[in-house]
C-alpha cells in the first residue's frame, strides 16, 4: 500500500469517530500543554535571572589579582588585551592621596579615578547624563558627586550641599603632594558626564572619573620619584570577556601566567545546575500528565481495534500483511499524538504570552509598585529545546500507546472475524 | 493448478489436558485444473468451510499438502499467506464483507490499493470493472444502499480485480433470492469464460453446484468427486 493511501486510510477512519478522537486530542492536547508551560515556568524564571545578571557587565568581568608568583600586573594590561576573547581590559587606578575640590564657593573630598576611557567605551560605562571624557581635562562625575561638597551657612553655621547642575561646570581639584604638600597650583576639570547610581539602593558614588592621559600631569604635580613604593596609585585591573560562554577560557589564560581570577560567572553556573534539575523535574511532573491523557489514546485505540474486527478480517483475508495493519493503527495514534502536540504548542505559546502579560502586573500591583522600567520579569519562556522535548514525549508516548492495540489487530483470527455479524 | 494431497485436519476442544480431538478433514485429495470450475456441496457442519480455510491459508493443516502452480502453500507463514493470496486469490463470501464505510467503487479498489498500485491506473481498472459487472450506476453507493444482489456484484467485482488466477467462493449466493441468485451465477459463469479465472465455489445448493463443470461432495470430512446424495 502505497504511503499516501495509508495516510489516506487513517484519516477516513478518523473522520468516522471524529467525537472519539477528539476527545483523545483534546487529552493529549491538555496533557503536553501542561508539560510545556510547567516546564517553561522554570525556563522564564531562570532567563530572568540570567538576564538580570547578565545585563550589568558583571557577568563576563574577570578581576585579576596579583599573586606571589606574578606581581607585576600593570605591565601586564598590554599582554592580557592579546588573549583571545577579550573585549576589554580595564585599569582603573585610584589617586590614594589627600585632595581638595572646589566648585565655586562649595568644597569637598573626592576620590579621583583614571581608566582608559577607549577600553570603558567597549563595555559600556554607564552614563545618566553626558558624554565620556574625549580630553584631559574633561571628567565624569559620580552620581552622589554634589551630595559630598559643602559650604556652611553663615547664619545657623549648617553645612548645605550642592545640588546645582554639574554638567559644563568646571571645578579645581588640589592633591597633597609627595611631601605632604597641597600643590599650589590645582588642576581644573571640566565635568561632561554624570555616572549612573550604583545598582544596590545605599550605596553611593562621589568619584572623579579621568581619562588616562591626564595621568603624567597629575604625577608631576605629586612630584613623586621614579621608584615604584612611591607611587600613590591603587591599581584595579578587570578584564572582560566577550561572551559569558567564554569567561572560564579567559581566567584560565590569565590564571597560567600566574593571577589570581574571580568572576561572577563561577557563581552563575551554580544557577544554571540548579535550573537544570529544576526543569528535568518539572518536564517530569508533565510527563506524567502525558502519561495519564496516554490511556486515553489506548482505549481509544483499544476500542477502534475492537470496532473494526470484522474489516481488519476482511483485508487480511484478501491479502493485507499484517505489518500494514500493525502500521495502520499505530500511524492512527501517532496522528493523535501529533495533533495533539501541535495545538498543545500553539495553545501553550498562547497561555505563555498571556501569563507574561498579566502576572507581572498582579505581582507588581500585589507589592504595591509600579513596574519599574529597569526590571522586567519573564514568567515563561518556551525555547524551541522545550518544543522538541516536549513533541519527543508526546507523540513517542502516544506511539507507544497505539502499539498494543495494533499487535492486537494483528493477531485477529481472519475466520473468527468473517464470522463477526454486521 | 490446485493441488491437494492427504488433507487431514482436526480441532482440538476442552480444557488443557482434557482435550478432545474432533477431526473436520478426512485424507482429502483434490485437483482442480486451470479454467475449471469446482463446486463444493455439503451439508452444514460437513467439514467444507473448514477445507476453503486451508485452501485459502486461512489456517494451516495439521497433515497433508496444498500446492497452487506447484507451490506448497500449508506450510507458509501469514505475512507470506498473505501476500500470496493477495496476487493469487480472490474471495467471494456469503455475507459480501463489504467494508461499510467504502462506497462501492472503494470497495472495489481496496485490493489495488493493497497492492500498491498507483491511483490513476486504479481508477482506470475499477472504473472498467465496474462497467462489466454493471454497478457503473452504483459507484458511489455505500453498502447499505445496496440490494443484495449489487452487493455480491461488488463482492465479486472485489474479487476480480486484482486478476487473480483463481476465485473462492464461500456460498457466494446464501444471501440472495432466486432470481438474483441466477444473475449472480450467470455472472459467475461469464467471467470464468472471459477471463478463465479458475473457480472453487462451496455450497449447500445443488443447483449452484450445477453450474461447476466438475462437483465434490463433502461429507464427514471425506470429499468425493461426483454427486453424493448424502451430502445435499
New interface residues.
Given amino acids: ?2 504511503f ?2 495509508q495516510i489516506d ?1 487513517v484519516r ?1 477512519h478518523i473522520r ?1 469517530n471524529k467525537l472519539r478522537v477528539f476527545m483523545t486530542i483534546l487529552a493529549a492536547t491538555m496533557g503536553t500543554a501542561f508539560l510545556i508551560v510547567l516546564a517553561s515556568v522554570g525556563f522564564g524564571i531562570h532567563d530572568t535571572l540570567r538576564d538580570e545578571m547578565l545585563s550589568n557587565r558583571l557577568v563576563t568581568e574577570i578581576q585579576v589579582y596579583e599573586s606571589d608568583d606574578a606581581q607585576n600586573l600593570e605591565e601586564e594590561v598590554d599582554s592580557f588585551k592579546k588573549i583571545e576573547h577579550v573585549k576589554a581590559v580595564i585599569n582603573q587606578q585610584r589617586l590614594g592621596t589627600n585632595s581638595e575640590t572646589i566648585l565655586e564657593d562649595y568644597e569637598g573630598y573626592h576620590d579621583f579615578v583614571v581608566s582608559d576611557f577607549k577600553e570603558e567605551a567597549k563595555v559600556g560605562f554607564e552614563l545618566k547624563e553626558g558624554r565620556l571624557p574625549q580630553e584631559a581635562h574633561e571628567v565624569v562625575v559620580g552620581s552622589d558627586f554634589g551630595t559630598a561638597l559643602y559650604i556652611e551657612s553663615e547664619e545657623n553655621e549648617e553645612l548645605t550641599t550642592y545640588e546645582g547642575k554639574l554638567i559644563g561646570e568646571q571645578f579645581s581639584y588640589a592633591i597633597e603632594n609627595i611631601e605632604g604638600d597641597f600643590v599650589e597650583d590645582p588642576m581644573t576639570f571640566t565635568i561632561v558626564g554624570i555616572g549612573e547610581h550604583p545598582t544596590k539602593e545605599w550605596e553611593y558614588d562621589r568619584n572623579i572619573f579621568a581619562d588616562v592621559s591626564v595621568l603624567p600631569e597629575l604625577e608631576k604635580l605629586y612630584n613623586a620619584d621614579d621608584e615604584k613604593d612611591m607611587d600613590p596609585w591603587y591599581s584595579n585591573i578587570t578584564v572582560y570577556a566577550d561572551k559569558v560562554e567564554n569567561v572560564s577560557k579567559v581566567s584560565k589564560e590569565i590564571k597560567e601566567q600566574g593571577y589570581y581570577t574571580y568572576s561572577i560567572s563561577d557563581e552563575l553556573k551554580q544557577l544554571d545546575v540548579f535550573f537544570l534539575a529544576l526543569k528535568a523535574g518539572l518536564i517530569f511532573v508533565g510527563t506524567i500528565a502525558i502519561l495519564i491523557a496516554s490511556i486515553g489514546i489506548f482505549n481509544t485505540m483499544t476500542m477502534a481495534v475492537t470496532e473494526r474486527t ?2 481488519i478480517g ?11 495493519i500493525q502500521r495502520l493503527f499505530v500511524m492512527e495514534s501517532a496522528w493523535i499524538g501529533v495533533m495533539g502536540t501541535v495545538i498543545a504548542i500553539l495553545l501553550s505559546y498562547g497561555v505563555s504570552m498571556i501569563a507574561n502579560y498579566i502576572l507581572p502586573i498582579i505581582v507588581f500591583s500585589a507589592l504595591g509598585e509600579g513596574n519599574p522600567d529597569d526590571f522586567e520579569i519573564v514568567f515563561s519562556v518556551i525555547p524551541w529545546q522545550l518544543i522538541v522535548i516536549a513533541s519527543i514525549i508526546s507523540i513517542g508516548v502516544a506511539v507507544i500507546s497505539g502499539w498494543r492495540p495494533a499487535r492486537k489487530a494483528t493477531k485477529i483470527d ?2 473468527q472475524a ?1 464470522r463477526q455479524e ?1 | 493448478m490446485i493441488q491437494v494431497m492427504n488433507l487431514s485436519h482436526a480441532f482440538k476442544i476442552g480444557k488443557r489436558g482434557n482435550e478432545k480431538s474432533i477431526p473436520v478433514l478426512k485424507d482429502i485429495d483434490f485437483r482442480v485444473k486451470q479454467g475449471e470450475i469446482v463446486s463444493i456441496v455439503g451439508k452444514s457442519g460437513s467439514g467444507k468451510s473448514t477445507f476453503l ?1 486451508v485452501l ?1 491459508g ?2 494451516v493443516p495439521q497433515k497433508g499438502k496444498v500446492l497452487i502452480n506447484g507451490t506448497e502453500t500449508s506450510t507458509f507463514k ?2 507470506e499467506s ?6 493469487n ?3 467471494i ?1 456469503q ?1 459480501f ?1 463489504l ?4 462506497n462501492a467503487f472503494e470497495n472495489i479498489e ?2 489495488l ?4 498500485i ?2 490513476v491506473k486504479r481508477h482506470e481498472k475499477v472504473k472498467a470493472l465496474m462497467k462489466e459487472t454493471g454497478l457503473d450506476n452504483v459507484a458511489d453507493h455505500y453498502p447499505n444502499e445496496l440490494s443484495g444482489g449489487q452487493q455480491q456484484r461488488v463482492g465479486i467485482a ?1 474479487a476480480l480485480i486484482t486478476n487473480p488466477p483463481i476465485i473462492f467462493a464461500d456460498e457466494p449466493t446464501g444471501s440472495l433470492d432466486s432470481e438474483t441468485e441466477q444473475d449472480v451465477l450467470l455472472l459467475i459463469q461469464s467471467l470464468n469464460q472471459t477471463h478463465g479465472i479458475t473457480f472453487v465455489i462451496i455450497t449447500h445448493d445443488e443447483e449452484v453446484a450445477h453450474i461447476a463443470n466438475r462437483m465434490y461432495t463433502m461429507h464427514d470430512g471425506q470429499l468425493t468427486e461426483g454427486s453424493d446424495q448424502r451430502a445435499i
Fill in positions: 500500500m502505497q499516501k493511501d486510510f477516513q468516522r470484522r474489516e476482511v483485508m487480511k483475508a484478501i491479502g493485507a500483511n499484517p505489518k500494514l481472519v475466520i468473517l454486521l | 480455510h485459502a486461512f489456517m501469514e505475512a498473505a501476500a500470496f493470496r493477495l496476487e486469490y480472490g474471495f463470501f455475507n464483507q467494508m461499510p464505510r467504502l481496496l485490493p490499493k493493497l497492492q500498491g498507483d491511483r472485489r
